[in-house]
């Protein structure tokens, strides 16, 4: 069975005072769907989300929600007659109404299905005995979850977020984006959840849109975005990156750790490999020897311990390589901190490079 297409946006696109803000955005997102918009700070989501929302107007495009247009092809639908939750980043309560006046807000109908609908939702964001309190009565947390609890009274059929954790101390943060995605899930609605933040996107998101400069530059579940970036930038905007520039020829290019593989990059074209600091492998120097490497580490090249920070779960080891002023910086078990000066042997995991035309 597949679910239907709740939120459908062709070609969006919106300029202000001559410079293109989003540019020709294009995504669909399904019932019980979490989709994540991600991108560096002005690099228009919360344009792309206003849009949707109908609180700014497209230059040009179309959006469609259950099917039905709501702008671009027929009648422009106010924000209001549209069906989606917002939620923003300040989540802005009514401070004059209780919590049940908050989240009954949005409600039609009789006042025993309001009542019931409150009750369950109130329920549902753990909140039941606080009906009657006032907002400023409540922590940031509790009122992100009134907050929540509002915007899906209404049973929204897409719930449109825009960077509603950010207003959140880091401790809560995760407990709460947990709580959320998991009754975002149980109503079933569409979501589009605009973050800055990678962590934030592979958390809650089952597909991430990744956007740069008003344009969406890869789409795909968090695994793969992270796994195979379209390039360079989309690369570090996940981790830290460590960068080996080399020259492609015959299809390989030498590296302090032997030759890579570099098909489809013509004989003196500069490329940069990209390994993620995790995947920097690091062994014991003994006398020099150094280790026994698998087929899959390739070959083993010296470093010197230039620099070790100790953060907890891990460990950030910058190490300065045996030839040339090439750094390269490694992620370990945080049990693990090497003093300054220490020889050690790095090797690649290869199957986990990038390897992109140079920067
Ligand atoms: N109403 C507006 N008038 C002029 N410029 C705007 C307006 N809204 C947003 N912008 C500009 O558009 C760019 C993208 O903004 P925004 O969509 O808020 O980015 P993001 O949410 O990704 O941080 C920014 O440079 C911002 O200054
Ligand atoms: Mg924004």
Known sequence: MTSPTR?????????????????????????????????????????????????????????????????GAGPTLPPEARGVGLMFQDFALFPHLTVAGNVAFGLKGDSAAKTRRVGELLEKVNLCGFAQKHPHELSGGEQQRVALARALAPRPRVMLMDEPFSGLDNRLRDGV?????????????????????????????DEIALMRAGEIVQRGAPYNIYNAPVDRAAAAFFSDINVIRGVSKGALTATPFGDFLTPGHADGTPVDIIIRPQHLKIDFDRAGRGPNPTVQDGTPARGTVARARFLGRESLVDFAMADGGLVLTASVPGVFLPKPGTALWLMIRRDRCFVFPAA
Do not use: N, W, Y
């Open 177 to 205: 984006r947990d709580a959320t995605l998991a009754l975002l899930k149980e109503e079933g609605a569409a979501v589009l959840l605009v973050t800055h933040e990678p962590d934030e996107a592979m958390r809650m998101a």
């Open 7 to 71: 939120l459908t946006v062709d070609a969006l696109s919106r300029a202000f005072g001559g410079r293109q803000v989003v540019a020709d955005v294009s995504l669909s997102i399904e019932a019980g769907e979490v989709m994540c918009l991600l991108g560096p700070s002005g690099c228009g989501k919360s344009t792309t989300l206003r849009m949707i929302a109908g609180v700014e107007r497209p230059d040009q495009g179309q959006i469609r929600i259950d099917g039905v247009p709501v702008f």
